[in-house]
C-alpha cells in the first residue's frame, strides 16, 4: 500500500489568518503541519485558543471568507485549499469529519439525535425522509 492508500489527510504548512492586511489581522494559525492515517483516531490538545478548531475548520473548508488559508490540504490527493466548494462538499462527510468536544455546538437540543442523523444523511444520499430514519435507527 503506498501513502496515499493509507494517508486519509496530510496537512503541510498551514496558515489560517483572520481579516488579513487590516488593524484586525489575527493569525490563527501559523505553520500546522500533520498526517493522518487511514482507520486512525487523531486527538489535537492545546490551550484554549491555541487554533485547533480553526485548523480542523479549516480542513473541512468551513471557514469564514475573513479568512485566509494557505498551505496544503490533501485529501485522497485533492488539495481542498485551492479546490471549489463543490468539491469540498462532495469530501465533507464522506471522505473527512471532525467530532467537536461541546456537543450543544454539535447537536441541536431541540431535535431527537436521530432526526439530527437523518437529515446528514439525507444530504448525502438520495433518500426519503423514511428511509433517512431508518438509516438513523440502524446506526444508533
Known sequence: ???????????????????????REVRAVDGVSFDLTRGRVLGVVGESGSGKS???????????????????LLVGGQDMVSAPEKVREGVRGQQIAMVFQD???????YRTVGRQIGDAYRLRHDATRAQAENRAAEVL
Open 54 to 72: 480553526v485548523t480542523g475548520l479549516a480542513c473541512l473548508g468551513l471557514l469564514p471568507d475573513s479568512a485566509q488559508v494557505s498551505g496544503q
Open 1 to 23: 500500500m503506498d501513502e496515499l492508500d493509507t494517508t486519509a489527510l496530510s496537512v503541510r504548512d498551514l496558515h489560517v489568518t483572520f481579516n488579513p492586511g487590516t488593524p
Open 103 to 109: 456537543a450543544l455546538a454539535a447537536l441541536n437540543p
